[in-house]
C-alpha cells in the first residue's frame, strides 16, 4: 500500500513570497490533516478536511495560510506572504475515518523562509 | 494551550533496559490516547492506543498505562532496541472537538550501545 505522498522535499523561499505544498494521501482514506512542526515541537493541526469539507481550521492563520481539496483526495496548502516564523516541517495525514487514532503521515516539507 | 505535555525532553537508556515515557494532560474529554514516534527525517507513526475508559493496554514490546486519578499516561517498551531511537508523542483525540488529534510537545529517547 502506497503511503502519504507530499511534495517538494524541501523548499527554501524568501519572506513575503508564497509558497505551495502538495499532498496525495492514501487511497480511500476521507480524512486529511495538515500540520504544523516547527523544531523542537509537536505536530500542531492547521486544518482536517473530511472529503473536501474543512472539518477544523480553528488553528489556520487564515490571512495569509489557505488549503484546499477540491474532489476529496489531493490537497495544496499556501502560504502567502511567507514570514520568517513559517521556518517548520508541513506534514500531512491522512486516515481512513475521522476521528481514527490511527493517522498515516507522510515525510514533510521543510520549508526554510530566509 | 496544548492540553497534553510531556515530563522529560530528553531519556538516555541503555540496550536491553526497559523505557518508561511519561505524559501529564489536562483535558478529562478526551475519548482515546494515542502514542506517536517519529524519526529523524520522517513524519510521526502510530504506536499504540488506549481508550479514556481502560487502565492498561499492551501490544509488542510496549505498554501503555492511563491513570484518570492524576491525569497521567505513560509508554513503557520493554528491552529497548537502537531502532526505538525517536521522538515519542503522546496525543490525545476528543469527540467534542471534532475528533482532531492534538499532539503533545515529544520526548527524545536515546538508545546507548
Known amino acids: 500500500e502506497a503511503g502519504v505522498a507530499q511534495s517538494p522535499r524541501y523548499k527554501i523561499i524568501e519572506k513575503r513570497q508564497s509558497v505551495a505544498f502538495w499532498c496525495n494521501p492514501i487511497?480511500?482514506?476521507?480524512?486529511l490533516y495538515w500540520y504544523q512542526q516547527i523544531l523542537g515541537q509537536g505536530p500542531k493541526l492547521l486544518i482536517q478536511f473530511q472529503n473536501n469539507g474543512v472539518v477544523d481550521d480553528s488553528q489556520l492563520p487564515k490571512d495569509r495560510f489557505s488549503a484546499e481539496r477540491l474532489k476529496g483526495v489531493d490537497s495544496t496548502l499556501k502560504i502567502q506572504p511567507a514570514k520568517l516564523e513559517d521556518s517548520a516541517v508541513y506534514l500531512c495525514?491522512?486516515?481512513?475515518?475521522?476521528?481514527?487514532?490511527?493517522?498515516?503521515f507522510g515525510q514533510g516539507t521543510r520549508l526554510t523562509v530566509v | 494551550g496544548e492540553s497534553v505535555g510531556l515530563h522529560l525532553p530528553t531519556l538516555s537508556v541503555q540496550e536491553g533496559d526497559n523505557s518508561i515515557i511519561n505524559c501529564a494532560y489536562s483535558n478529562s474529554a478526551s475519548d482515546y490516547f494515542i502514542w506517536y514516534k517519529q524519526e529523524s527525517g520522517k513524519g510521526p507513526q502510530f504506536i499504540i492506543d488506549?481508550?479514556?475508559?481502560?487502565d492498561k493496554r499492551q501490544g509488542q514490546r510496549v505498554t501503555v498505562l492511563l491513570n484518570k486519578t492524576v491525569k497521567h499516561l505513560s509508554l513503557q517498551i520493554a528491552a529497548t532496541q537502537p531502532g526505538d531511537s525517536a521522538v515519542y508523542f503522546c496525543a490525545e483525540t476528543r469527540t467534542g472537538g471534532g475528533n482532531k488529534l492534538t499532539f503533545g510537545t515529544g520526548t527524545q529517547l536515546k538508545v546507548e550501545l
Open positions: 495525514a491522512s486516515s481512513f475515518l475521522q476521528g481514527s487514532t490511527e493517522a498515516f
Open positions: 487511497s480511500g482514506h476521507a480524512t
Open positions: 488506549i481508550r479514556s475508559n481502560m
